[in-house]
């Protein structure tokens, strides 16, 4: 019998907790410090979202068999040390007929971008603050714009369908050797550099590998058109965050929304000295929200329960 850690357990699946009990004992239980490496000593099954996985941590878990993420993007994992240990991780990445049901990031996207083009958390807190100034709020509209989508997989498809239904058009722009499927057919492939040339709002969607790292640098905010915005909602290190700050900065971009940021972990620690949310504190044109993409109930309860059951299937191959 497997002893399991689920270390995140807060609103954690009740049915996925179930089958994690039909393999062995469950540890449901944050921990942090020495408690989290004794508690690794005996642990064969590791559940996390997003919390970091170190060699270290590896080091301390001499049983370990599984580390189990209900996420695509593993960079929160250390991949080479749990290869040389003979550790499996088990994810959703390639889960391609899985996903295509789950719609909880695409839709935060679209959310940014109205939350950007209508000043929403601005008018929010002019109203908290005592303030009904509807002029000073005058905002914009997704139709009639150009979106560009970095990145035209499966979240990048389901974002272009939905700012299309609004009015918007489309243009994507994708690796070299291009999409895994083909785009719709109102979706008009571009290279990059054109893509930002003509782009009034910017949405990224690649997967982080150590060729999409710094994928959108300096270089490319000097391109970018007039008035842009930019929402990111695949990983923080994608685009180069000292040059998303002096874009922002001089108003070479106008706006630009982050669900994620670089070298994230759970305890907000990579926000301490971070210039991006000592400007977001000072300027309406950035939002900076916790990685909430993939974060709704529906979304967390079936990738929970769908993890659980890969895990139950790996462990008896």
Request: charged share 20%; hydrophobic share 45%; aromatic share 4%.
């Amino acid at each position: 019998m497997a002893r399991v850690l689920v270390s995140e357990p807060e609103g954690y699946s009740a049915r996925a907790l179930e089958t994690y009990l039909t393999i062995g004992e469950v540890r449901a239980e944050r921990l942090e410090g020495q408690s989290f490496c004794d508690a690794l000593a005996d642990c064969e099954v590791l559940v996390v979202r997003l919390r970091k996985v170190t060699a270290d941590d590896l080091a301390a878990a001499p049983n370990l068999k599984i580390i189990a993420s209900p996420t695509t993007g593993l960079d929160h994992i250390d991949l080479a040390a749990a290869e040389q240990r003979g550790v499996r991780v088990v994810s959703l990445r390639g889960e391609r007929g899985f996903l295509d049901k789950i719609y909880a990031t695409s839709e935060l996207t679209v959310g940014l971008m109205l939350s950007l083009l209508r000043h929403i958390p601005a008018a929010h807190r002019h109203v908290l603050a005592g303030g009904w100034d509807r002029q000073r709020f005058i905002g914009g509209e997704i139709s009639g714009r150009t979106v560009g989508i970095i990145g035209c997989g499966r979240l990048g498809t389901r974002v272009a369908e939905i700012v299309h239904a609004m009015g918007a058009t489309v243009v994507a722009s994708d690796k070299a050797e291009g999409p895994s499927q083909p785009p719709p057919p109102f979706v008009r492939m571009l290279p990059l550099d054109a893509l930002l040339q003509q782009a009034d709002i910017i949405s990224v969607h690649v997967a982080f590998t150590p060729s999409t790292e710094g994928l959108i640098g300096r270089e490319h905010f000097t391109r970018i058109k007039p008035g842009a915005l930019l929402v990111n909602t695949a990983r923080g290190r994608i685009v180069d965050e000292e040059a998303l700050m002096a874009a922002l900065a001089s108003g070479a971009l106008a706006g630009a929304a982050l669900d994620v940021l670089t070298d994230e972990d759970g305890d907000g620690r990579h926000l301490k000295g971070n210039p991006l949310v000592a400007y977001a504190t000072a300027h309406d044109n950035l939002i900076l929200t916790p990685h909430i993409g993939g974060a709704t109930r529906e979304s967390m309860g079936v990738t929970e329960d769908f993890i659980a059951a890969k895990v139950v299937e790996t462990l008896r191959t």
